[in-house]
């Protein structure tokens, strides 16, 4: 079965410092990928998405990630992180079938 | 429109209480889903329809009964539940078929059973 994992469960930011998020997923063929973002009490939300082509994808709030394939990787970066990005960030991965298959979520805390 | 929307935002009910969770979506979409969350978790998928036809079900409880009356509209009807399926309830919609699969999501709704 295809699996997403995230490896950063929680992650501690001061603001101004620089983010980088891993997920890395199990599937070989042609994949579909997500990065969402939850802020505190407040639904799903599209930060990016990658379906094909260039593989460093830029997305909403200044947040970017790059497609790795020999990896198997979709890491999600933002070069300055700001208070108001302390959330739970989730990756999902499309390999068909209907079925979306999200990672267990990092939680990041930005301290002013 | 790229907006699903879902009716209650919030909703008590007790263990013996019927209610239902709406769903909607002008988007053209052809695909529904549920999708129940816990706190600090990712969410769960329970049920896809596709072209109006139940297509996945995730091995659900039989309380709860998804429904989908026409392509815009899903329903999930809720009966006998226990505090345990307290949760976040997300409702999702995307294109039935091609390459780029992207599921938009409605703001959910947040169940209390008591």
């Known amino acids: 079965a295809q699996s997403v994992s995230q490896h950063n469960h929680h992650v501690i930011l001061s603001e101004a410092a620089s983010l980088e998020l891993g997920c890395n997923y199990s599937?070989?063929?042609?994949?579909?990928l997500f990065w969402y973002v939850q802020y505190p009490g407040q639904h799903l939300q599209l930060l990016l998405k990658?379906?094909?082509?260039?593989?460093l994808v830029k997305g909403i709030k200044g947040f970017e990630a790059e497609f790795i394939k020999s990896k198997f990787s979709f890491n999600l970066r933002k070069p300055s992180v700001q208070w108001s990005d302390t959330a739970e960030y989730f990756c999902?991965?499309?390999?068909?079938?209907?079925?979306?298959?999200f990672g267990t979520g990092t939680r990041l805390l930005v301290s002013p | 429109d790229t907006e699903v929307t879902q009716t209650p935002k919030h909703l008590v009910m007790g263990m013996t209480n019927k209610k239902s969770l709406k769903c909607e979506q002008h988007?053209?979409?052809?695909?529904m889903y549920w999708y129940k969350q816990k706190a600090k978790k990712p969410p769960e998928l329970m049920f896809v329809?596709?072209?109006?036809?139940?297509?996945i079900n995730e091995s659900v409880p039989s309380r709860f009964s998804p429904e989908c009356p026409n392509s815009s509209l899903l329903n999930l009807h809720l009966h006998a539940l226990q505090p345990e399926d307290s949760a976040l309830y997300l409702c999702?919609?995307?294109?039935?078929?091609?390459?780029?699969?992207?599921?938009?999501f409605g703001p959910g709704t947040r169940l209390t059973v008591t």
């Open positions: 599937y070989g063929g042609t994949v579909n």
């Open positions: 999902a991965v499309y390999t068909g079938f209907q079925k979306l298959v």
């Open positions: 999702a919609s995307s294109q039935a078929t091609g390459r780029r699969h992207e599921q938009y």
């Open positions: 990658y379906f094909s082509g260039d593989p």
């Open positions: 988007m053209g979409h052809r695909a």
């Open positions: 329809y596709s072209y109006e036809k139940l297509s």
